[in-house]
């Protein structure tokens, strides 16, 4: 039993037949998965994918390498997608400070706002932190009061140190490929020490396939391969690991439990 917490099934022209996609993903066990938008059109795409199959619920939001595509009343837009009963988070935010150029001002705004708007739908986030992590940090510590209702670092790849301080927060921290690349080291270590009762798994499809199919386009159906390095990193069974990670995301995104399983 089987969640992906984080794919991106709303890049319609990667992945073909979308029927079949599905079907491979529910054959290998994923029951549920959340289908994250980076904009306000792709996150009415994941809106309406969610609306058509069981198996699919969806967060929205503008991530902070996509502020470009911002207009006037979007904020509202995203809003009004996320009254739908399979609209589980406010998604994916944060600051991406890896390109050149980038406007960190704007995007520290837009953080913020995003945060706000979560504390107003009273829903959780996924908060994106790519070559920002004081910032991030900072930001969610200057705007706790609008973690109420939770939140997750979404395909963490920090330092434990910068973990613990997500976790204090209560935050919920979770892992996607890179986790099973054989240079992790890092990460492997961060593995060990979160709660059992704040971790979560996901694949970033399609990004971050993990290692035995690192290079290839990544779908949920490889979400398996996140748990079972989860489980041998922590020394846990997988299966019992897996229910404790289903557990901890309907725990995070209270509207999963909305509908029954597929």
């Given amino acids: 039993m089987y969640i992906?917490?984080?794919?991106h099934l709303n890049y319609e022209e990667?992945?073909?037949?979308e029927a079949a996609l599905l079907a491979h993903i529910r054959a290998v066990g994923v029951e549920k998965i959340i289908d994250v938008g980076w904009n306000y059109t792709s996150s009415a795409y994941a809106a309406k994918q969610a609306q058509a199959n069981s198996c699919l619920w969806f967060a929205a939001g503008f991530h902070p390498s996509n502020l470009e595509d911002f207009r006037e009343g979007d904020f509202e837009k995203i809003a009004a997608l996320l009254a739908a009963p399979k609209g589980v988070a406010v998604g994916e935010i944060g600051l991406d400070y890896h390109y050149e150029n980038t406007d960190e001002?704007?995007?520290k705004?837009?953080?913020?706002a995003q945060l706000e708007l979560a504390h107003a739908l009273c829903l959780p986030v996924i908060i994106h932190s790519r070559d920002a992590?004081?910032?991030t940090l900072q930001i969610l510590k200057d705007n706790r009061r609008y973690l109420d209702c939770g939140g997750v670092?979404?395909?963490f790849s920090g330092s434990e140190e910068t973990a613990k301080e997500y976790l204090k927060l209560g935050l919920y921290i979770s892992f996607a490929g890179p986790v099973t690349f054989k240079n992790a080291r890092r990460l492997d270590e961060?593995?060990?020490i979160v709660p059992s009762e704040r971790i979560l798994a996901e694949t970033d499809s399609p990004y971050l396939a993990p290692e035995?199919?690192?290079?290839?386009?990544?779908?949920?159906?490889?979400?398996p391969f996140i748990y079972k390095k989860l489980a041998q990193l922590r020394g846990e069974d997988e299966e019992e690991l897996a229910q404790k990670i289903y557990k901890n995301a309907h725990t995070l995104f209270t509207k999963l439990n909305n509908h029954g399983k597929i």
């Fill in 190 to 192: 961060v593995a060990k």
């Fill in 133 to 135: 992590a004081a910032d």
């Fill in 4 to 7: 992906d917490t984080h794919a």
């Fill in 153 to 155: 670092m979404h395909c």
């Fill in 105 to 107: 001002s704007a995007q």
């Fill in 14 to 17: 990667k992945y073909g037949d």
């Fill in 212 to 223: 035995p199919l690192r290079g290839t386009l990544n779908t949920p159906a490889n979400v």
């Fill in 109 to 112: 705004r837009a953080f913020c």
